[in-house]
T-cell receptor, first 112, second 110 residues
């Protein structure tokens, strides 16, 4: 069964460093998303991506964040200068319009 | 105000019992979805109910939606230890993003 894959599963980074979280969405899906979940809290929407551009973003997704689909399969989330409060599980998801989303297993980002 | 709030926050039941959790939301939606999350893992889609539907079944799962009350319920019948997880409702409106509630932690004791 096709699945969304994310790498790495765990990333530890120093405050101020750049990180790139990688995702391979399900191949025939057209919508891609990043969500995050701070430990013990709810899942929060960051950004959605369709037709090679951002279709919607939340207030969390500020200038420190960017997304890219560099080729036909990968979808990346970059955080330019990490802060302690960026520590969270980051989930990539893909899906169709008005349909369920398929989530990856997440990348646990720890900023020290 | 927050979209998609679950009630109760935590639920502890014996294997074989039914588990019911509720979700309330505040704005108009296209659909409402339920997801399961095992500890530290990704979210698994369980069921989607559209705004023009009132009830949906999938295996041991039964979901209801009352758009007049802006609420939904998820019933898990004949629970098993493997059903231990957190359950989240998520609403989808214009724009296709999912807005999640805070989740219900379900513990099924063998």
């Amino acid at each position: 069964e096709p699945e969304v894959t994310q790498t790495p599963s765990h990333q530890v980074t120093q405050m101020g460093q750049e990180v790139i979280l990688r995702c391979v969405p399900i191949s025939n899906h057209l919508y891609f998303y990043w969500y995050r979940q701070i430990l013990g809290q709810k899942v929060e929407f960051l950004v959605s991506f369709y037709n090679n551009e951002i279709s919607e973003k939340s207030e969390i997704f500020d200038d420190q964040f960017s997304v890219e689909r560099p080729d036909g399969s990968n979808f990346t989330l970059k955080i330019r200068s990490t802060k302690l409060e960026d520590s969270a599980m980051y989930f990539c998801a893909s899906g169709g319009w008005d349909r369920e989303a398929f989530f990856g297993q997440g990348t646990r980002l720890t900023v020290v | 105000s927050q979209q998609g709030e679950e009630d109760p926050q935590a639920l502890s039941i014996q294997e074989g019992e039914n588990a019911t959790m509720n979700c309330s939301y505040k704005t108009s939606i296209n659909n409402l979805q339920w997801y399961r999350q095992n500890s530290g893992r990704g979210l698994v889609h369980l069921i989607l109910i559209r705004s023009n539907e009132r009830e949906k079944h999938s295996g041991r799962l039964r979901v209801t939606l009352d758009t007049s009350k802006k609420s939904s319920s998820l019933l898990i019948t004949a629970s098993r230890a493997a059903d231990t997880a957190s359950y989240f409702c998520a609403t989808q409106a214009a724009g296709n993003k999912l807005t999640f509630g805070g989740g219900t932690r379900v513990l099924v004791k063998p």
